[in-house]
């Protein structure tokens, strides 16, 4: 039994999937009171017109847990919501243009949608066919299909898009020659669409997420992919007539070209980190026990016994305790960051060091090491002064040097509102990062100066 429980939890902390509803923590106390249908939801249900967001976060930090949220939360106020994540069939985040994003919202539009009688898209396909025949890679005349088989061309044109590289360019050359008519047949489609749906229907929102996965790309003498998918190209992805919200680079947001896009599309939204130390060190003990909860919600879908065992009673159940002590925990937690992908990774790393429950602070410890040498390797030689001097007035700077430091989470960016409601924001290295001697060497003759 003891195997089956480590394995039940194991799986429970799984870091590339989204939690079940129920395991769900509302953390906004804690995340300077970002909420995400106060952030993203009242811009579309107090808006008479279609909305365009864009919406980012550090990889792993919870936004598609928020963006489901986010659906579950339309629709109960009878919005028709169509969410996809993008990279998942539509686009290869290596290498990806503005092109793919577009098919992909049409594919899945027409996929969620079933229009009975007039489809201005199948009719857009079909003046194309010769054309784009080729692309999803069949012979069959568009008129030999049945619906869904033409329904199904879209998915296979973004499919061939990710999966062939040689064809891709030539693919796109097609897709961008008919993009203005593909716009406007996607809008007349949104319009057929909303007359389709139920009479109380209040509009169609559409979801893209995953698009911050895409690496940035560039080739001499042309804008990057980046510049081109979000900047040059942002008339047509705000030009459909229903709320959109796509996920965008938080490198985007965090560099020179955020004001461009506060411009083409408002300012795009952040969720922040769980902030689980103050900045002056001390514990902010509201954001520790929401890790803890998040971790105790995660444990009681295994068993609701276990989370007795977390406050360490274990009189009278059957089962182990999961950690030896609570100390064990709030160590993990603590490490994280407020992070809640590196909490997920922490916790299953000291289930690997586990024969058997409880987990003990030995297998926390290694895990913590192990994580931290990752740290360690991907801090170059000057970049430890830096570091050092961010730990000490918990400020970055807006350069090059920082924006790295921020994109791969070696520091660590936090908001709360002060007692006059003013937002503060500030930063600090990564907990794993101040336990490595070179850090702590570099921060003394840093304290020195």
């Given at each position: ?245 796509y996920t965008v680079p938080i490198a985007m947001v965090y560099s020179e070209r955020a004001t461009r896009l506060e411009d ?186």
């Amino acid at each position: 039994m003891d195997l089956d429980l480590l394995t039940e939890i194991y799986s429970s902390f799984e870091p590339f999937q989204p939690p079940s509803k129920e395991a769900y923590v509302d953390c906004q106390q804690v995340r300077g009171g970002w909420e995400v249908v106060r952030e993203l939801g009242r811009k579309i249900t107090r808006s008479k017109q279609p909305t365009c967001q864009l919406y980012t976060g550090h990889r792993g930090v919870g936004k598609t847990t928020e963006l489901l949220r986010l659906r579950e939360y339309l629709e109960s106020q009878k919005y028709f919501v169509v969410y996809f994540a993008a990279d998942n069939e539509d686009i290869e985040p290596q290498d990806a243009e503005y092109a793919d994003i577009l098919f992909a919202c049409t594919r899945h539009l027409v996929e969620a949608v079933k229009l009975k009688n007039h489809n201005p898209l199948l009719t857009w396909m079909k003046e194309r066919w010769e054309s784009l025949q080729d692309l999803a890679l069949t012979e069959v005349s568009f008129e030999g299909l049945s619906l869904e088989g033409q329904i199904s061309q879209f998915a296979k044109i973004t499919a061939n898009l990710r999966a062939t590289p040689d064809k891709r360019r030539e693919m796109r050359q097609k897709i961008n020659a008919n993009t203005p008519s593909l716009v406007d047949a996607l809008n007349d489609f949104i319009k057929e669409a909303q007359k389709s749906l139920a009479a109380d229907c209040r509009g169609l929102v559409m979801i893209a997420d995953n698009l911050d996965r895409i690496v940035e790309t560039k080739q001499e003498g042309e804008p990057s992919n980046y510049d081109e998918i979000y900047l040059n190209r942002s008339e047509i992805l705000r030009g459909l007539e229903c709320h959109v919200i796509y996920t965008v680079p938080i490198a985007m947001v965090y560099s020179e070209r955020a004001t461009r896009l506060e411009d083409n599309y408002d300012k795009p939204d952040v969720l922040p980190m769980i902030m689980v130390r103050n900045s002056d060190g001390s514990i902010n003990t509201d954001g520790l026990a929401k890790l803890r909860e998040l971790v105790c919600r995660r444990i009681e879908l295994v068993d609701s016994r276990l989370v007795q065992t977390l406050d360490g009673k274990v009189e009278g159940l059957d089962i182990p305790p999961v950690f030896d002590h609570a100390d064990t925990l709030s160590q993990l937690c603590l490490m994280s960051g407020g992070h809640v992908r590196n909490l997920m990774q922490l916790i299953q790393k000291s289930i690997e060091w586990t024969d058997e429950l409880p987990i003990k602070g030995q297998a926390a410890r290694r895990a913590i090491e192990e994580a931290r040498e990752t740290y360690r390797r991907s801090i170059q030689d000057h970049q430890w002064e830096i570091l050092a001097r961010v730990c000490q007035s918990k400020q970055s700077d807006n350069n090059e040097e920082h924006l790295r430091l921020l994109l791969n989470r070696c520091l660590l960016e936090y908001r709360y509102y002060d007692d006059s409601e003013a937002l503060q924001i500030w930063c600090n290295v990564h907990p794993l990062i101040e336990g490595i001697q070179k850090f702590q060497e570099t921060l003394e003759k840093v304290k020195s100066l």
